[in-house]
């Protein structure tokens, strides 16, 4: 029997924290499927990868280097004998810079392959090479712009640990008051950690999302 000053809470419809903690799980939930929702509507990348066919229109044997970093340091390099080509893969609007020299080492250029869409047979020669770039590819790149991404990456990354951790808690918090303690307890939240950081965590924002929806119209219910 339920004394009448304790008032019975049940965690599917009332939440157990405090406002603030109840305010700061929506907030997580918020979060967690706005990111979801973003990453399942990006463009796939991959698609934007198409192949340049590299060849060589010269009468003596060229060596294609793929630059890394700067064209002083290289990824791939090929040696190409007259009127062949080797197939490289490039992405739309993304530089892959490649160095074109003969076998004495004189250079008489670079391809940046950068294109902005993706057309299938293309080709550069040998002839078509232009000047190489003299300092690092990524020098474009601002510093705010690296600084920006990094934070990026990091209120990613934080939003989806706290989903994580939030939809851990909750699981315990169910089972606690379901009286399940001790080895049970144990036992199954092994598991349900384990779907948890697998996704689990979606459908538990979902399920706080909707608790949070049900709160809401009870309390702006008019009382009967």
Known sequence: MVHPSVEKVNPYTEHPWSPFQRQGEVIVAILGIGLFALFATLPDMGDDVFTVALR????????????????????????????????????????????????????PGCWSLL???????????????????????????????????????????????????????GANRLMTHRGIRGNAEAILMLPLTIIIVFGGWLIYD?????????????????AT
């Not at 090479?129 to 510093?143: E, F, I, M, R, W």
């Open 115 to 169: 294109y902005a869409h993706s057309t299938r047979g293309l080709s550069v020669s040998v002839s078509e090479a232009g000047p190489c770039p003299t300092g690092g590819l990524n020098d474009d790149v601002s510093l705010v712009a690296t600084i920006l991404w990094w934070l990026l990456t990091l209120v990613i990354v934080g939003a989806l640990l706290g989903n994580v951790a939030v939809a851990i808690v």
């Open 56 to 107: 060589n229109d010269t009468a003596h044997v060229a060596i294609f280097k793929q630059c890394g970093d700067t064209c002083r340091s290289f990824y791939d390099i090929e040696r190409v004998r007259p009127g062949e080509s080797v197939p490289a893969n490039t992405t739309e609007n993304v530089a892959n810079w490649w160095k074109v020299t003969d076998e004495a080492g004189n250079i």
């Open 206 to 222: 979902l399920f706080v999302l909707l608790c949070e929806g049900f709160r809401l119209l009870r309390w702006a219910a008019p």
